[in-house]
């Protein structure tokens, strides 16, 4: 199993930045890729942005050209840096994995972390 832990949410003005974390640990060695999503209330859950072993990455198109991606993997730890924050990316931010192993995928969720963007 894998166990991921977000941080650095909180509360910021539109135009701010936040840079969340997510540490993870387990059975971390087979890991595919991350992914950040986030939900807004009585929304669904969606896609922010994710990043694969090799470092490729995706993004929502909400979010392009102000939020990135990262990983550092001597710390198992994956980084998403959002600049420019807008009211409409206030959310909880949850940290996901996906592990694929011969036919079989296993996914993992974090608890997730709360981002208010104030305007």
């Known amino acids: 199993q894998v166990q991921l832990v977000e941080s650095g949410g909180g509360l910021v003005q539109a135009g701010g930045s936040l840079r969340l974390s997510c540490a993870a640990s387990?059975?971390?060695?087979?890991?595919?890729?991350m992914g950040w999503y986030r939900q807004a209330p009585g929304k669904q859950r969606d896609l922010v942005a994710s990043?694969?072993?090799?470092?490729?990455?995706n993004y929502a198109d909400s979010v392009k050209g102000r939020f990135t991606i990262s990983r550092d993997n001597a710390k198992n730890t994956v980084y998403l840096q959002m600049n420019s924050l807008k009211p409409e990316d206030t959310a909880v931010y949850y940290c996901?994995?996906?592990?694929?192993?011969?036919?079989?995928?296993?996914?993992?969720w974090g608890q997730g972390t709360q981002v208010t963007v104030s305007s």
């Open positions: 387990g059975s971390i060695f087979n890991i595919n890729a």
């Open positions: 990043i694969t072993s090799e470092g490729s990455t």
């Open positions: 996901k994995s996906k592990t694929v192993l011969g036919t079989l995928a296993y996914e993992y």
